[in-house]
């Protein structure tokens, strides 16, 4: 009798051989096969559809089908994460539960940073007179001075023997000078370092030439922990399975090594000439690069060192130099990370009197406030409601996604536009912050969040109130795009999270809206959202004594910043030890801000106007 299965998905044609009684949403994650799973197979979010198309399996089990549609039962569709392999199968993907083309944020600011880097190539002159003994020849640097570098004894012995030029990478990573590549010939052009912005949904890197800070290639993927679930705490969960944090590393690691291959492939530089690299990333991502336990990490405010971390590439199976280090931005706590450190230095708050907020709005959110004498920073955990997951109809910024809303009152007819032009295929972020603030504006929406169902386009679904935002005959899935009551209560809930974690900062520092001058953006959240409808919908105060900023990728900003000047790390690391944490989990005030933010748009000390 067979112990395993073959298993072929459409249309990718990814065939996979899997033991039997596999989950479906696990054979997907073997054929690395980009997928939406937003609790990470918990049965939960019912974004991981498949539609049986023939062989052996469960589908059509109870577990199978809960929640779905008449419809999609009828057309055969079929929960990954609730279905089990039973024997040779074939399934097709819909285009619902495709990765396909994300747009992701490549966008940053350059810091116009002093070229510094830790990593310097000099060239090794041979020994003036080849009669000299070997044990007697001295290694000379042209234009190296300092302490002599550290070296292995095998580094040393090839330098003394050399008798051509060469080339002798030294870092500076440690605080002392560290010989990390020896190379043939004049080779002190070849110096390149990354920078790569770890996201938990996406991870975008730069390539740098480190001898004049010029970026030479970009490129971006999605993160392959994605099909392990979108939330932090569903990863952590996951990482205490058997082998589950051996996955979610060996899936960070092949997501930053697709990154390098494609910056090489564009620049055409081996993938050796990489010398120094910097991460930044959320404190759980970090962990996970690094294979460390993560379980501490859904404790409060449990003891998180603020110094950066520094490994070698090898050890983590990154494609570089093998002695090459990579840098960690500092962390501040459990979800405050090096990705908020990058944001707020490039932010320039550590450097100005006036008083500022710095707003990173991802499937976790990042709020610091403060300037040059303080900092303060909390968390929420907003969801990725406001990247297009979790919602019924929602999506991830890729072709036939919904951008952007609009709605006429009068007759609540609904206009929109996608991305690529496309037929829609479901709604993402700016998109949903455009029509929830578009419903409000109408009416369709009362203030607490809950559909009138007297108004024109409101229905009742199989769950509920709906509002039909495009019917399915102007669709590219042939399925209306729908927010559904459910949708609702989940989008108040993210933006009574965000809303409320502004309004806890406000008030410890007795800070009123009126008090703020800057508003610091960071992200796609900050990229692509109408903040007046962000404001409208109440996610954010209405700062109107503020100047709004878009900083875009801060987070690999502040990493290319780490990268290219030494001064750089020395400020994250300040910033870092500066910041003040408030861990919403167990402050009073939460609740108080929470309740008030449950209601559109929220205080009325945040939104006067």
């Known amino acids: ?140 640097l042209e234009g190296y001075t300092g302490t002599r570098p550290h070296m292995t004894r095998q580094q040393h012995d090839e330098l003394i023997a050399l008798e051509k030029t060469a080339t002798v990478s030294i870092t500076t990573a440690n605080g002392y000078p560290e010989v990390i590549r020896i190379a043939s010939g004049d080779a002190r052009d070849c110096l390149y370092g990354v920078a790569l912005d770890l996201g938990t949904t996406t991870v975008v890197g730069v390539l740098v030439n480190l001898a004049n800070g010029n970026v030479i290639a970009e490129a971006s993927v999605m993160n392959r922990q994605i099909t392990y679930g979108e939330e932090l705490l569903t990863r952590i969960a996951y990482a205490k399975l058997p082998a589950g944090l051996k996955h979610l590393q060996e899936a960070a690691v092949e997501s930053i090594n697709e990154v390098i291959g494609k910056l090489t492939k564009q620049a055409q530089v081996p993938s050796s000439s990489i010398l120094d690299l910097c991460i930044a990333g959320n404190t759980v991502m970090s962990y996970l690069l690094l294979g460390r336990d993560t379980r501490k990490l859904e404790q409060p405010n449990p003891d998180i060192s603020r110094d950066p971390i ?30 908020a450190v990058g944001d707020v230095i490039v932010s320039g708050i550590p450097a100005a009197q006036d008083l500022s907020l710095m707003i990173d709005l991802g499937t976790n959110g990042e709020i610091v406030l403060g300037n040059a004498s303080w900092l303060s920073s909390v968390t929420c955990a907003s969801g990725p409601a406001f990247e297009g997951a979790g919602i019924s109809s929602g999506m991830r910024a890729m072709r036939g996604a919904i ?117 610091f953006l960071a992200g796609a959240f900050g990229a692509f959202s109408d903040m007046k409808n962000v404001v409208t919908f109440g996610i954010i105060p209405d700062f109107r004594e503020a ?12 990493a290319m910043a780490c990268l290219l000047s030494q001064e750089m790390r020395k400020k994250a690391h300040d910033t870092s030890r500066q910041m003040v944490y ?5 402050d009073t005030d939460f609740i108080e801000e929470y309740t008030a933010a449950l209601h559109i748009p929220g205080k009325k000390e945040y939104f006067s106007s």
């Open 547 to 558: 100047q709004f900023h878009g900083i875009g990728n801060g987070s690999l900003a502040g």
């Open 1 to 140: 009798m067979p112990e395993s299965a073959r298993v072929r998905f459409h249309p990718v044609n990814k065939l996979v051989t899997v033991p039997l009684h596999t989950t479906v949403l696990e054979a997907i994650r073997c054929a690395k096969i980009p997928f939406e799973s937003i609790c990470g197979g918990k049965g939960e979010c019912n974004k991981c559809k498949v539609v049986f198309l023939s062989g052996s399996c469960t589908a059509g089990s109870p577990a199978s089908i809960k929640g779905l549609t008449p419809d999609e039962v009828e057309h055969k569709y079929c929960r990954a994460c609730q279905t089990l392999v039973t024997g040779n199968c074939e399934f097709a993907i819909p285009v619902e539960s495709r990765i396909d083309t994300p747009h992701i944020l490549l966008t940053h600011y350059d810091l116009h940073t002093p070229v510094f880097p830790v990593v310097k190539n000099y060239l090794l002159l041979p020994a003036p007179e080849s009669h000299v003994s070997v044990v007697h020849r001295s290694i000379r």
């Open 403 to 519: 951008d952007h809303v609009k709605i006429d009152p009068a007759g609540c007819q609904v206009s929109f536009t996608t991305i690529q032009d496309e037929a829609p295929r479901g709604i993402c972020g700016s998109g949903i912050i455009d029509a929830a603030a578009a419903m409000v504006s109408a009416g369709i929406l009362d203030f607490t969040g809950k559909l009138v169902d007297t108004k024109p386009g409101v229905r009742i679904g199989d769950s509920g109130p709906e509002f039909v935002l495009v019917p399915r005959e102007k669709t590219g899935t042939a399925r209306d795009i729908c927010i559904t009551s459910q949708d609702m209560t989940y989008l108040m809930d993210s933006k009574a999270a965000v809303c409320g974690a502004v309004g806890v900062l406000l008030k410890k520092y007795r800070v009123g809206v009126h008090d703020i001058r800057h508003v």
């Open 310 to 339: 520094m490994v070698k590439a090898q050890p983590l199976h990154i494609k570089a130099d093998p002695d090459a280090y990579v840098y960690f931005l500092p962390a501040v706590s459990r979800f405050v990370g090096g990705d």
């Open 582 to 586: 408030i861990d919403l989990l167990i």
